[in-house]
């Protein structure tokens, strides 16, 4: 499966978040995924949370915008990029 997809909402894609990380922001693909690091505790939605602002500041979105629609309580997650173009957040990503 590919790290990317673009559906007919926006781009979805695939992410490994590492909580409790010295600084916020993108370390590279592993394997499937987008390698996510966040400062965040894995506690009470506060990682989600991040990983939304995180994602939303880099790829020039509102917070609103960036929705995990699979792995609430997972550290691999499926996030859907509401509006976004696919060449755009690779970019924006780094990839």
Do not use: Y
Not at 14 to 30: F, T
Not at 57 to 83: A, E, N
């Amino acid at each position: 499966m590919d790290i990317f997809q673009q559906d007919k909402d926006g781009v979805i894609i695939r992410v490994k978040v590492v909580p409790r990380s010295s600084k916020n922001g993108i370390a590279g693909a592993l394997n499937d995924v987008i390698k996510v690091n966040l400062t965040a505790p894995p506690v009470d939605g506060a990682a989600n949370e991040a990983l939304q602002e995180t994602l939303a500041r880099l790829c020039g979105l509102r917070k609103s915008d960036v929705v995990i629609i699979c792995g609430q309580t997972s550290r691999h997650k499926r996030v859907r990029l509401v509006g976004a173009n696919l060449d755009n957040v690779k970019k924006s990503l780094g990839f």
